[in-house]
């Protein structure tokens, strides 16, 4: 089965709009985990089995494994979520980025060796820096469309043949990129306005929407903006709210309630 | 001493222009190595070793290391030419880019982990992405601007304003962004005429120049359109001509006659 049929899926029997972030900083764990071997793995392997039916992905953040020489608990974690949590795919946010012959790399790096069902992509480099992810027919591929940081208008907002950058990737996207239907887009949810634009120009293409909860993005707008006729298309993404609601050695309790009351906010608009 | 204090003196005590891509597929090592547990990093080292005094950095590609599950090889790579190359700067070609938390994350794996001397950004993302590698004072950060593949006009070339995003990115980083003396640009050398144009708007700043050699690149309109007033700024990059220009166990024989011939090249049009 495809990324996006799989999402659709989970869409449909979790009733849900949510995306789990997991981006483990070791310096926030509960204290029985601290100096743990695989204190990442163990973290986020609890945090998967305790909101597995409350998500439509997940969404590992590879920086967060990287900084710690965790990969082997990235690659652990993600056969734990394909195994244990049939039907949730994984989205592996690396936001890769290269020429031809080094994105075959980068491709083999995450759906060969992580096994990831989908990867974020900066368009930056252009389409052939794309085609060796799209060449994997049943992966997805994200690319960065609106950031939702502060610095993301610098370039994103320039005024590109009396359209917005961001607006103009949105397009190339949906009427050339995604000719095979592999495609996502990533749009922040701190703005709102900018979702609706993008929903605009791509019809029913899913969009990944980081930036609710620690970020700031408010859910009401940002499901109102982005929703599709049939109230999905989005991935709703948020980790720190999630993924430290609590602090002991109860954290994957306090996470469940926190994905649950943002399960059900979300709903609420669709 | 700061990356870019390292790489001026390189330029002048190696007399060379010439940067060493170490970007390492094992299909193609020579067969002595295949099937060598740490066949990645021998190679790489011998190639190292061979051209430390013909070069004025090395950078390896970090996809070509991770597709292959190699970390502790790139890291014990990095670590022999910080300990035998001395004075020779080590750029991780990694394009990473990411908001400001998770870029706190990448500068710890590039800058802490693989202790680099300067890391390759995508700028799509803007200035607070590119902030978490600024704080590193010692640290060079080199953006991407006008890359040498063929879809990289696809966004770069398209007209903001009157210039097209890749001079408005150059621009940027020249009076923006590099405040702290500590960023260079990449610009492919596939388009000697933008590489002039790059030259025009950011005096001095570094040029990191992918896309001779295997790319066809042009070496001497590269530097002709590239170099400073003093002869030097540029950084241009070969892989696939050095790593590869032998096939058995004198490959880094091979590499280092290559090496010889590029250098003496670039040096012939200084």
Redesign the interface.
């Known amino acids: 089965m495809t990324f996006t049929d799989t999402l659709a899926a989970a869409w449909q029997h979790n009733n849900s709009l949510l995306c789990v972030g997991l ?1 483990p900083d070791p310096a926030k764990f509960p204290a029985h985990l601290k100096g743990k071997t695989d204190a990442i793995y163990e973290f986020c392997k609890s945090i998967a089995d305790a909101t597995a039916d409350l998500v439509c992905c997940f969404k590992p ?1 590879i ?2 494994f ?2 710690h ?1 965790a ?1 082997d608990q990235l690659e652990a974690l993600i056969a734990h979520i394909h195994a244990n949590c049939p039907g949730i795919p994984v989205i592996l946010d690396a ?9 075959e ?2 491709a ?2 995450i759906f ?2 992580y096994r990831a069902d989908a990867i974020t992509v ?9 085609d060796p992810y799209l060449a994997y027919p049943d992966k997805g591929v994200i690319l ?1 469309c609106r ?10 907002f ?4 009396g359209k917005k ?1 961001y607006e ?2 949105a397009e ?1 996207v949906a009427t050339k990129w995604n000719t095979t239907g592999q495609c996502a887009l990533v749009v922040g949810a701190t703005f709102p306005g900018e979702i609706s634009r993008v929903r605009e120009i791509v019809g029913n293409l899913p969009l990944l929407v ?1 930036g609710i909860g620690a ?1 700031g993005g408010d859910v009401e707008a940002t499901v109102k903006a982005g929703r599709t006729a049939n109230g999905a298309g989005l991935m709703i993404n948020s980790s720190r709210a999630i993924l430290y609601a609590g602090k002991d050695e109860n954290y994957a309790d306090a996470a469940r309630r926190a994905a649950v009351e943002t399960r059900d906010l979300i709903n609420r608009y669709r």
């Open positions: 981006d953040q920086a967060y990287a900084a020489r990969e936001k890769r980025g290269d020429i031809g012959s080094t994105a790399q980068y083999v790096e060969e060796r900066n368009p930056y480099m252009g389409k052939d820096s794309v960065l950031t939702s940081n502060p610095g993301g208008s610098d370039l994103q320039l005024d590109v043949g950058l103009h990737v190339l980081p970020q």
